[in-house]
């Protein structure tokens, strides 16, 4: 549905049973659970999609491993129920992920986890191998049933340096078990945004407008595209804005401020690293390791590249959170730490990003205390208005079950009983995956007329959805991009299609080009002409836009594009996508045969 067609069915029919405020994968999984249902829904969006903390997340789908020492065992089992969910659910997104746990010492970190289990205030420590091996253990209980991954397991210094020879040579052990990572959060947003539109004529979303309030107790939508405000009339607002909670509730009922704040974020950061030499370093694994100061790090292969973090700061203000360079320093220094013979170099580092994770409030000394876990609470900030439903808090891994949680409460609150369940629901491209995707993608091919490499690479972006996107660029004259993994009918069916109204919808969030360190200055001049014709954007709007995203990609994803331009020409990216990289796909890395991996996993187990 287009934004025109949402406003005028709002103009029409101001009446709405819910408006979700906050188009984050928590307000996104919300919309979807009650579009469902047949609720009239309208999600509503103060920027794009995904922008905030949903699109800086560390790109794991985990358990917690780390929560068992602050006795979160019941988030911790949920996360890993809905990691097992996302497996299947979303095998185009979602795959399996060995991450391997360097060991410093034997005893170190009993008394210290003992500690903060009984929630007295210490300073995180490192953890030693019986520490790990009983929360591994409790992994693996926690998992017996579903048995979906290996059980860990531990090696010994000589064959731990054996297979990861980059590693600290002060390590004693290892030890490695199996959690998942996802390729592409932003789009499951997307798809979880589709989803519910498809499913019900009445759910509308829309993004770049904002919800306000007037003296007189009035709601309006406010287009921040055209302009326009038009009047809704809501029974129930969901607040998912996350770490925006305190302040959307403020600026709704100005007059009636909660006393205390709801949420109490902190900042995490990350660094997308382009070193050849530290990718082959991980052999395909995640690391995921303690500084020296105990903190918490990971490092694990990205889309060709190395994904490393984080942060854990505390932030009062949300909005434009960057990465520090005293931020860059921790994780390089840590990143030195674990692999102290390999070196990075400053334009290594092709982007960066940081988010604000949305923890409930809390007043606790030490950021890694704070509860991960998730609550939905009904407020009254005016009798005569809406009542409003807030999400507190809620990590990525648990969006389908906090998203069924808040719709479960509204529901009730609406008198509806729920009608579709979600457990067992494919996400987009998920549905109908093919145990064969050989198959699969000849099929469309022949269907198509495209040739098979092209259906591979639109298979392994969108899964099973890819079918109808090669129908679209069958169906008229395609021309090559400057980047050759992409073709100009595939951007242009982004544009029509999702929502995009800047250039950073399109580069940062329905696509991988930035993030993966491969957008050069004449692929972002190509796309924003395709952007710029489909809205008919004046020359002035056109530069202005090409301007404010070239500045956003500096200053918040210190990201110099034409230094990055130069990278790749000198190198032999072009020719490997021409070619066919060596480096293994998402689908040959688990994502087309999620269930064959898994199995495979599980069959491979220790006994």
């Known amino acids: 549905m287009k934004r025109e067609e949402v406003f005028d069915g709002l103009r029409r029919s101001p009446k709405v049973d819910v408006c979700v405020i906050g188009g984050g994968i928590n307000g996104l999984s919300v919309f979807r659970e009650l579009a469902l249902q047949g609720i009239n829904v309208l999600l509503v969006e103060r920027n794009d999609y995904c922008s905030g903390a949903s699109s800086a997340l560390s790109r794991m789908v985990h358990g917690g491993l780390r929560y ?41 970190g009993l008394a210290n986890g003992a500690v903060r289990f009984l929630g007295l205030t210490r300073k995180p420590s490192r953890r030693g191998a019986l520490a790990i091996k009983a929360g591994l253990s409790i992994y693996d209980f926690l998992t017996r049933k579903r048995a979906l991954m290996p059980k860990h397991q531990f090696r010994g ?55 306000r309030r007037d003296a007189s107790g009035v709601f309006a939508v406010h287009d921040h595209i055209s302009g326009a405000a038009i009047t809704i009339k809501p029974d129930l607002i969901v607040n998912a804005t996350g770490g925006w909670i305190d302040m959307a509730n403020a600026t709704l009922f100005p007059k009636n401020a909660l006393s205390a704040p709801l949420m109490g974020g902190t900042k995490g950061s990350h660094l997308i690293i382009d070193n050849a030499e530290l990718l082959k370093a991980l052999d395909g694994h995640m690391i995921y390791y303690e500084n020296e100061d105990g903190r918490v790090c990971i490092l694990f292969p990205y889309l060709g590249k190395v994904l490393v973090g984080s942060t854990d700061i505390r932030v009062d203000n949300p909005e434009n959170v960057t990465c520090t360079p005293e931020e860059r320093d921790y994780i390089l220094q840590s990143l030195a730490f674990v692999l102290p013979a390999i070196k990075i170099k400053p334009e290594e580092i ?46 990525w891994t648990t969006f389908r079950s906090f998203g069924e949680l808040a719709a479960n409460m509204a529901l009730s609150k609406l008198g509806r009983e729920r009608r579709v369940v979600t457990e067992d629901r494919a996400i987009g491209g998920g549905r109908a995956f093919p145990a064969n995707s050989d198959e699969w993608i000849s099929r469309v091919a022949a269907l198509t007329g495209l040739e098979e490499q092209r259906i591979d690479q639109l298979f392994q972006r969108y899964g099973t959805d890819a079918e109808v996107l090669a129908q679209f660029i069958a169906a008229g004259n395609d021309e090559a991009m400057p980047h050759p993994g992409y073709s100009r009918r595939e951007i242009l069916f982004l544009i029509r299609n999702e929502a995009v109204e800047h250039l950073d919808d399109i580069l940062l969030r329905r696509t991988t080009l930035a993030i993966s360190g491969e957008l050069s200055l004449s ?28 500045c956003l990609l500096s200053e918040r994803h210190g990201a110099d594009i034409a230094a990055q331009s130069a990278r790749n020409e000198e190198g032999d990216y072009h020719e490997k996508q021409q070619q066919g990289s060596d480096e293994p796909s998402f689908r040959q890395r688990g994502a087309a045969s999620t269930w064959r991996s898994i199995t495979e996993c599980a069959m491979s187990r220790p006994s």
Not at 168 to 195: C, F, M
């Open 68 to 108: 068992l020492e602050n006795g979160e065992f019941n988030l911790v089992k949920e996360s890993l129920v809905e990691r097992d969910r996302l497996l299947r659910n979303a095998p185009h997104m979602v795959a399996p992920l060995p991450t391997t746990v360097p060991v410093f010492s034997l005893f170190s």
């Open 157 to 211: 210094r000589q064959a731990s340096l054996g297979k990861w020879p980059a590693l600290n040579p002060a390590i004693k052990s290892s030890a490695t078990y199996h959690d998942a990572w996802v390729s592409h959060p932003e789009r499951i947003g997307i798809e979880l945004l589709q989803d519910g539109m498809s499913a019900n004529a009445s759910a509308r979303v829309v993004n770049y407008a904002e919800l």
């Open 350 to 395: 092709v982007y960066q990003f940081s988010g604000v994770r949305p923890l409930p409030a809390s007043k606790d000394q030490f950021t890694g205390r704070i509860p991960r876990d998730h609550f939905c609470t009904f407020i009254e900030l005016d009798k005569s208005g809406p009542p409003v439903l807030c999400m507190i808090g809620g990590k």
């Open 523 to 550: 692929m972002t001049d190509a796309v924003l002409g395709l952007l710029a014709a489909e809205k008919e954007w004046s020359v002035a709007r056109r530069n202005d836009e090409r301007a404010k995203f070239l």
